[in-house]
């Protein structure tokens, strides 16, 4: 499977601000998604990542708030803008390779602790 | 859109006894489900998978099965270990490229 990085892997925040948070992977990967699972709690779908279009975001979720960018086949940005202390949780990205004849066998970066003060 | 329901929230067994998590999904469409396992502070990891033209997979002391019929899942293990404690979470997706939809999760606890 391929090898995800997450930068940074952890981060405190002031209300209002904004962070981005970085997921490179060591290959070429067709699909890339980000997930947010607050504590305690299941992994919650923010947004898919496409390749030189825009993300395509779930209910509950917006572009403004959440940003994404993805400039190639291997990175992938996702910012949390103008922060709440609701915000903090783990942010995940996801990665599956294969296309529309492959199953999705995704699997996970170490993710980003976000801790809004 | 695609609801997974899973149950039980928490499960506690004796080491060597056997776990049974289950879980349901809505959406017919849905045609790959595969289990992640969980330990705290560590990402969710892939376990088993099934896809939907097979009824019953297995890897070792883990099993997954499929009624595509009552559109539910579970997730069997074996000769539990302490260190098959974690959190469970089963995911439904199909295979045209979208993304997980993940079950609530269920932490399993398994004392020696």
């Known amino acids: 499977s391929a090898v995800i990085s997450q930068k940074p892997s952890r981060d405190i925040c002031q209300r209002g601000t904004s962070l981005t948070i970085q997921c490179q992977v060591d290959?070429?990967?067709?699909?890339m998604f980000w997930y947010r699972q607050q504590p305690g709690q299941s992994l919650t779908l923010i947004a898919t990542?496409?390749?030189?279009?825009?993300?395509?975001?779930e209910s509950g979720f917006v572009i403004d708030k959440f940003p994404i960018s993805r400039p190639n086949l291997t990175f992938s940005t996702l910012t949390v803008s103008n922060m709440s202390p609701e915000d903090s949780s783990i942010y995940l990205c996801?990665?599956?390779?294969?296309?529309?004849?492959?199953?999705?066998?995704?699997?996970f970066g170490p993710g980003t602790r976000l801790t809004v003060l | 859109g695609e609801n997974v329901e899973q149950h039980p929230s928490t499960l506690s067994v004796q080491e060597g006894d056997s776990a049974v998590i289950k879980c349901t999904y809505s959406?017919?469409?849905?045609?790959?489900f595969p289990w992640y396992k969980q330990e705290l502070g560590k990402r969710p990891q892939l376990i088993i998978d099934?896809?939907?033209?097979?009824g019953e997979k297995k890897d070792q002391r883990i099993a997954v099965t499929l009624n595509k019929t009552a559109k539910h899942f579970s997730l069997h293990i074996t000769e539990t270990q302490p260190e098959d404690s974690a959190v469970y979470f089963c995911?439904?997706?199909?295979?045209?490229?979208?993304?997980?939809?993940f079950g609530k999760g269920t932490t399993l606890s398994v004392s020696s």
């Open positions: 959406d017919s469409a849905s045609n790959y």
């Open positions: 995911a439904a997706s199909s295979w045209a490229g979208t993304a997980l939809i």
């Open positions: 996801s990665v599956a390779s294969g296309g529309v004849s492959s199953y999705n066998e995704q699997f």
């Open positions: 290959s070429q990967v067709t699909m």
């Open positions: 099934i896809r939907s033209n097979v």
């Open positions: 990542a496409n390749q030189g279009s825009e993300a395509t975001y």
